[in-house]
Structure formats: C-alpha cells, structure tokens
C-alpha cells in the first residue's frame, strides 16, 4: 500500500531552469494538494485539484504550474526557478473535501526537498 | 487575515513530565481545528481533531474559544512523543469545503 509517493526525493537545480516534482497516490482520493514549506515556517497551499482536470490556486501559486489529467496523479511543475522556492514541497490526498469532522483527513507524501541555486 | 500561531520552536521535557504544546488562532468565524504530528523519518499525519473530542496517544486538546487557543497537552510524556508538531485550522473555503493551514511546528524533545 504505497499512498502518496512523491519523486524526486532530493533536487538541486540552477536559477532559471525548470522541473516537475511527481505525486501519485493509489488511494482513488480524489482531491490532491501541493504544500511547500519553508525554513522555521508552516506549510503553504501551492495548489489543489478537487478531480481530474480540474485544478485552483492556494496561497501561493506564483512561479508554478500544475495539471490533473488523471485521478492518481498530480504534478507541480515549476518554471524559471529562483531562489525563493528553495523549499520542502509536501504532496496530500483526502478521499473526498475536507469536512469539519475531520472525517477525511490529508494523506502526505515523504516530501521532495528542492534547492536553487 | 487568518492566522495560526505556535510560539514555541522547541520544548523540551523530562520523561514523565506534563507536556503542554501552545496554539493561538485568529481566524473569522468558527474554524474547526486539528494537530498533526510528524515523528522522525516518517510522514506528517493526523494526530487529533477538536470536533472528535478525542484522546489519541495520551495527548488531548481543549479549544477555548475565549482565549482562540487549542493547546495540545499530555500528563506524562514518554520518549516516543518526540516529534514536531503542528496545529492547523480549517476555515471554509467554499462549496462545502475547508482548508487547512498549518503553523510553524514545535519540535518536542523528551529527555530520557
């Protein structure tokens, strides 16, 4: 039962060059959220997806891009990478929206740590 | 502007000892409030959530609405208790969902 598994772990990239971080759960969840989470500070809503092809931004969704062709999968794709996004990005799926029960909880990922230079 | 506030970067406690993890809020309405734990080398997870009245691993949270603040707390903490945690509330976000957002963390280090 793998969850959510993202690739890659670890990546450095150059100022200006462009990547994809990989998400892909096997739960049938249909929504999925990008965090990324800064040095000393709390995560950050990137963006979410509530289905396939359907996509919104969270907080903060400048500098990336992202689709949801599928259910299981959901790539961030980041484009002209600066410093600023030197981050941890964290994958989550929750089976269906998050209600105030809390009956549908977020499943994360391992994270995918990303440094600019 | 919503805001989840955890003052404390590292507490550290004696084995044994009362543990009490601070959670100050500032949100419009009435957010539904959870904490999550990540424990070393494995994934953030849900540890408790305020609506369920719930006691999980000993730990427990009390929303006080006068004060906006749902600490998280335990009467005797063991060495697995170590880990970061973060309190995160829920505000509406439309069309019967909610989204969370997360505080800072507050790693938790019990001395053996």
């Known amino acids: 039962n793998a969850g959510v598994t993202q690739t890659p772990k670890f990546r450095i990239l150059k100022i200006g060059q462009s990547m994809t971080l990989q998400c892909t759960q096997d739960?049938?969840?249909?929504?999925m959220y990008w965090y990324r989470q800064d040095p000393g500070m709390g995560l950050k809503l990137i963006y979410y997806?509530?289905?396939?092809?359907?996509?919104d931004k969270g907080e903060v969704p400048n500098g990336y891009n992202v689709s949801r062709s599928t259910t299981e999968d959901f790539p961030l794709r980041l484009e002209l990478a600066a410093p600023s996004q030197t981050s941890v990005y964290f994958c989550?799926?929750?089976?269906?929206?998050?209600?105030?029960?809390?009956?549908?909880?977020?499943?994360f990922g391992a994270g995918s740590r990303l440094t600019v230079l | 502007a919503q805001r989840v506030t955890q003052p404390e970067k590292l507490l550290s406690v004696f084995k044994g000892a009362p543990v009490e993890l601070k959670c100050n809020y500032s949100y419009s309405g009435s957010p539904e409030l959870f904490w999550y734990v990540q424990y070393s080398r494995q994934r953030l997870q849900l540890l408790l959530r305020?609506?369920s009245r719930e006691s999980i691993k000993g730990f427990t949270a009390d929303l006080n609405k006068g004060e906006t603040s749902f600490h998280l707390k335990k009467p005797f903490a063991q060495e697995e208790d170590s880990a970061m945690y973060y309190c995160?509330?829920?505000?509406?976000?439309?069309?019967?969902?909610?989204?969370?957002?997360f505080g800072k963390g507050t790693k938790l280090s019990v001395i053996p």
């Open positions: 995160a509330p829920a505000a509406y976000s439309g069309a019967g969902s909610y989204q969370l957002t």
């Open positions: 739960m049938n969840h249909n929504y």
């Open positions: 997806s509530v289905g396939a092809g359907i996509t």
């Open positions: 989550a799926s929750s089976s269906d929206r998050l209600r105030p029960s809390g009956a549908n909880v977020l499943t």
């Open positions: 305020h609506i």
